[in-house]
């Protein structure tokens, strides 16, 4: 008689725990943990019942939407960049315009002070030989008669002739003679002597 009953436990404690298996299968099939009704729908159909699917509304993954908005903070950072990139471009590009222009000024400011340059030189040069072709004619009319040499003198223009006359005082400075000079001017005509003289008078140290 123990036995019997101890047999009718057993039987409802396997029952019972069947049971609980079977709820639990069913509720985590509910939640979407588990698949688990398409093994229970042919008890469903024996009872004339279609198998309920889950009532969980699965949302889009969170990675999604992560991913999505990384891609978004990336195409917005590559934006500034680029305009980022497009102000420097400018920038440098308004230098270049600006250097240029520097560039050309220096380049013109030193063609001015090459031909500048050139032109002190001939100048230099033209008064060197004009300053030596004057000390040849000065020794070379010391060395002739007066009236020869004053013929000459006529010749030349009014500038020429006092240039003659300086080196000529200046040759008898050094030398320690007398300048003829003076003795020159008084056997030209004396109205051209007289506008040596004062041309002399004028600009007293000019071999323009």
């Known amino acids: 008689m123990s036995f019997k009953k101890s047999l009718g436990k057993s039987v409802v404690l396997l029952l019972i725990i069947a049971i609980l298996v079977i709820g639990g299968l069913l509720w985590f099939d509910y939640l979407g943990l588990v698949h688990v009704k398409s093994i229970f729908s042919p008890v469903y159909k024996l009872f004339g019942k279609e198998p309920q699917?889950?009532?969980v509304i699965h949302s889009s993954p969170i990675s999604g939407d992560l991913e999505e908005e990384r891609i978004k903070?990336?195409?917005e950072s590559l934006d500034i960049y680029r305009e980022?990139?497009?102000k420097r471009e400018s920038d440098v590009n308004a230098l270049e315009v600006q250097y240029?222009?520097?560039a050309q000024e220096l380049s013109e400011r030193e063609k001015k002070q090459e031909e500048r340059e050139k032109t002190f030189n001939q100048t230099l040069k033209q008064y060197d030989d004009k300053r030596v072709n004057i000390e040849q004619i000065a020794n070379n009319l010391n060395g002739m008669r007066p009236e020869a040499a004053v013929n000459i003198l006529v010749a030349m223009d009014d500038q020429t002739v006092i240039d003659v006359l300086r080196k000529v005082e200046e040759i008898a400075a050094s030398s320690g003679t007398?300048?003829?000079g003076s003795y020159w001017l008084s056997l030209?005509?004396?109205e051209r002597a007289a506008e040596i003289q004062r041309k002399m008078i004028n600009k007293?140290?000019?071999l323009n």
Do not use: V
Request: zero cysteines.
């Open 53 to 55: 699917t889950s009532a």
């Open 188 to 190: 030209m005509p004396s």
């Open 204 to 206: 007293p140290e000019s």
């Open 84 to 86: 980022e990139l497009d």
């Open 73 to 75: 903070k990336q195409r």
């Open 178 to 180: 007398s300048s003829m």
């Open 100 to 102: 240029n222009q520097i």
